[in-house]
């Protein structure tokens, strides 16, 4: 008897341990005409959802309602296997601003008062300690780390120049700043050099992590309609 609930133990630890293993996409990915195959020739069909990382926090958004991991394998259990993760130029220049910091400085740029962005950064805290001394970037990286060990790729998308709330003709994040008939009010934020520049930080960033799959270059493409 105490030999079967052994066997029973190893067993259905065994089973664990293979429940637990995460078949990962055969990555680099590469296109071929219109598809997309993984590094095996294999045909990839990416089911994508948004997370949005490009407000005034500069980092991505909810980590004050659930930790990184419990959203991860939210999006894991829905059979996504793809995240759109959008980020601002602000924060690929600035990779290196303490959490903290970018909390406190969010409030001005967000026209919320500092007491109640404060607020949110400490229920960001309690739900995920390592905010406490992370930069920025760290928690971008945290986010990719546990949606690949969940299987799921990430695809960069920079959403904006200045970190904040997109898109429509008077918020600043237009294309381009030197466009024929410049209009100040759609793309007084961006900036050509800075925008290259921000997409460089990023790749080299992305270039060790298998996770990202790829980078979307700019989100909604538009100028002022007189341009």
């Known amino acids: 008897m105490k030999f079967t609930l052994q066997l029973l133990a190893l067993s259905y630890g065994y089973l664990a341990l293979a429940a637990s293993a995460v078949e990962k996409p055969n990555v680099p990915l590469r296109s071929s005409s219109r598809w997309i195959l993984d590094s095996a020739g294999e045909r990839v069909k990416l089911r994508c959802i948004n997370w949005a990382g490009h407000m005034e926090a500069n980092v991505p958004e909810g980590l004050n309602k659930k930790p990184i991991e419990h959203i991860a394998d939210w999006i894991a259990r829905q059979g996504y296997n793809c995240v759109r993760l959008t980020y601002s130029i602000d924060m690929a220049l600035n990779p290196a601003l303490k959490v903290q910091d970018s909390f406190r400085a969010a409030a001005t740029a967000a026209g919320v008062s500092e007491t109640d962005m404060m607020r949110v950064y400490t229920a960001a805290v309690e739900k ?22 969940r299987g799921v790729m990430t695809i960069l998308d920079n959403h904006v120049s200045k970190a904040s709330w997109c898109c429509d003709l008077s918020d600043g994040n237009g294309w381009w700043n030197d466009a024929t008939s410049y209009v100040a009010a759609t793309s007084r934020y961006f900036d050509t ?3 290259l520049d921000g997409l460089k ?4 960033w992305s270039a060790s992590r298998p996770g990202i799959v790829g980078m979307s270059l700019r989100n909604e493409l538009r100028a002022h309609v007189i341009q």
């Open 128 to 149: 995920n300690s390592f905010l406490s001394d992370a930069t920025v970037l760290d928690v971008f990286d945290r986010v990719q780390s546990a949606l690949w060990n």
């Open 201 to 204: 930080s990023m790749a080299q």
């Open 193 to 195: 050099q800075q925008w």
